[in-house]
């Protein structure tokens, strides 16, 4: 079965640096989503990409976040300056169309301190 | 987004049937009714998609009545590896986003 494949699984990083989240979507799809979790919390929208550009986003992507698709086949998430309370599970999700079901992958745990 | 309200929590033995009900009562006529599931610490997993009456996969059965104010998820037989968080999601297929509430954790036991 296809996946959406994210890296690093686990990154740890000081408050103000910025990281880069990385993401392999399935190959035929054509819709991208980033995700967030904060321990203990709803699963939440951030953003969502299509034709190389943002269809939606929430109030949670603010300038701080950015979005880009390099290369034609990696989705990357930026956070310019990491906050504390930016730490969280952080899914990234595919899907062929808007009208089928999303594929999630199994997340970046970025913990900022 | 039509509101979804459903238990917080569940237990059931293995090898039973489990129902998990969630109300929608504003859902929209372009609604559809989402099921997802989610192990600790991994991303949700589609499982299944209705609109009206009845739908079946490998995996689940949902049933949604006529007047579509609730809906559903019946998992057959569950096991050990079925213990996870299940959301239930109203929304417009063609939405680019998802709202996840706080879901219905499921534990099996033994």
């Known amino acids: 079965e296809p996946e959406v494949t994210q890296t690093p699984s686990h990154q740890v990083t000081q408050m103000g640096q910025e990281v880069i989240l990385r993401c392999v979507p399935i190959?035929?799809?054509?819709?991208f989503y980033w995700y967030r979790q904060i321990l203990g919390q709803k699963v939440e929208f951030l953003v969502s990409?299509?034709?190389?550009?943002?269809?939606?986003k929430s109030e949670i992507f603010d300038d701080q976040f950015s979005v880009e698709r390099p290369d034609g086949s990696n989705f990357t998430l930026k956070i310019r300056s990491t906050k504390l309370e930016d730490s969280a599970m952080y899914f990234c999700?595919?899907?062929?169309?808007?009208?089928?079901?999303?594929?999630f992958g199994s997340g970046t745990r970025l913990t900022v301190v | 987004l039509a509101k979804t309200t459903q238990p917080i929590s569940m237990d059931s033995y293995e090898g039973q049937e489990v129902n998990i009900t969630c109300s929608h009562n504003?859902?929209?006529?372009?609604?559809?009714i989402t099921w997802y599931q989610q192990f600790p610490s991994q991303g949700p997993r589609f499982i299944i998609q209705g609109y009206k009456t009845k739908v079946t996969n490998e995996v689940a059965s949902l049933f949604i009545p006529a007047d579509r104010k609730s809906s559903t998820l019946s998992l057959p037989r569950v096991s050990l590896s079925d213990t996870a968080v299940y959301y239930c999601?109203?929304?417009?297929?063609?939405?680019?986003?998802?709202?996840f509430g706080t879901g219905t954790r499921l534990t099996v036991i033994p």
């Open positions: 504003n859902i929209a006529t372009n609604d559809y």
């Open positions: 990409f299509y034709n190389n550009e943002i269809s939606e």
């Open positions: 190959s035929n799809h054509l819709y």
């Open positions: 999601l109203v929304g417009d297929r063609g939405a680019n986003n998802l709202f």
């Open positions: 999700a595919s899907s062929e169309g808007a009208l089928y079901g999303y594929t």
